[in-house]
């Protein structure tokens, strides 16, 4: 029988993952199924500039996946069962359950609400492909004029706010966080990220945590009360509860625990990668959601898999955490770089360079999914069990 490994969540980490082990695992030993909610592979990192008006390129994973012997499963997740080793999907009015021997849980993540009411039935976030499409339509409605607020200061909320702006010069961009803008960034940086909101005529509103979301309106801590047409929901994001029900060990943000291999603290049979890891990097500080975490964790979740499952030795892939990228827009940019303990540095990368820098980035992080196998099946690596009766045949 063959070892069957799960894969749940193509984004950039599950995707990624599926298909280099689809390209190194035999496939007479090996049966890989990935389970997603959508059809495409969704560009969460372009996600800002679908909302804002800009279409992104179709990618199929039943396109991106051909060829591997991948099995595709378009549903969602529902349950997780680690001690039968089940997982329980939905797909329209059908519920199945899918066993497994190996699961890779790629979830991802979602917008964090906080707890504050409103955000659920009048807000915006731009963490998935269908709330982008729904802030998208509405944005559509209100044409040359209204107002739109961001909520967060963070990196998406930063590139949600100057991406509308550029894109609709005629709506009236705002941004209220609870920080400072941009207040970890190097002072180069920073600077250059106000002129950037000057230069786009969005207003900030500093220090000013919102605690209430109505239809056409954000009422602000202090109890002022924010017009806007459309609230932008971009206060960060937050693990997907599926994993803290199954019975996993999670943190207090709900992310698995793992260990430096990306196993499960409590469940070695299932590994982790991508923004539902908890794992501390190598500056000693825990891995940040991200894209670029997605690639680490990835990387050392199938060198573990691999060399569990094949009997290899486990390479150790850098978990390393070197900045933040920050788009301004089409034409403008930000690379700040860190130090050791995720410290800015003092310069940083500014202005078009940096975009054209974070556009090729994006571009190729979806050219590496949209091409699992490099053009080449290697399909090398045979179960531990197998590889052992082979040699045991051979020396006979």
Known sequence: MKHRIVVLGAGYAGAFSAGYLARRLHPDDFEITVVNAESDFVERMRLHQLAAGHDLRHRPLAEVFAGTGIRLRVARVTEVDVERRTVTVADGGSVDRLEYDTLLYALGSTAADHGVPGVTEHAFPVAARPSALRLRARLDELGESGAVLVVGGNLTAIEAATEIAEARPG??????????????????????????????????????????????????????????????????????????????????????????????????????????????????????????????????????????????????????????????????????????????????????????????????????????????????????????????????
């Open 171 to 396: 709506l009236r961009v705002s941004l209220a966080t609870s920080g400072e803008l941009g207040g970890w960034l190097g002072p180069k940086a920073r600077r250059h990220l106000r002129r950037a909101f000057d230069r786009l005529d969005i207003a900030v509103h500093e220090h000013t945590g919102i605690e209430r979301v109505e239809a056409a309106e954000a009422i602000a801590a202090d109890g002022t009360a924010f017009v806007s047409d459309a609230t932008v929901w971009a206060a960060g994001f937050a693990a997907s509860p599926i994993a803290a029900a199954s019975g996993l060990r999670v943190g207090p943000d709900g992310r698995i625990e793992t260990d430096r291999q990306m196993r499960s603290l409590s469940h070695p049979d299932v590994y982790v990668a991508g923004d539902s890891v908890f794992v501390v990097g190598d500056n000693g500080r825990p891995l940040p959601m991200s894209c670029a975490s997605a690639g680490f964790t990835g990387r050392q979740a199938t060198a573990a898999i691999i060399g569990d499952l094949t009997g290899r030795k486990v390479e150790a892939t850098a978990l390393s955490y070197v900045g933040n990228h920050i788009s301004l827009g089409r034409r403008d940019g930000l690379f700040q770089l860190v130090d050791g303990d995720a410290c800015a540095k003092p310069g940083a990368l500014r202005g078009r360079p940096a975009a054209r820098v974070k556009s090729a980035i994006v571009a190729t992080s979806g050219w590496a999914i949209s091409h699992p196998t490099f053009g080449k099946l290697d399909r090398k690596y045979r179960a531990a069990t197998t590889a052992a009766r082979s040699t045991e045949l051979v020396a006979g």
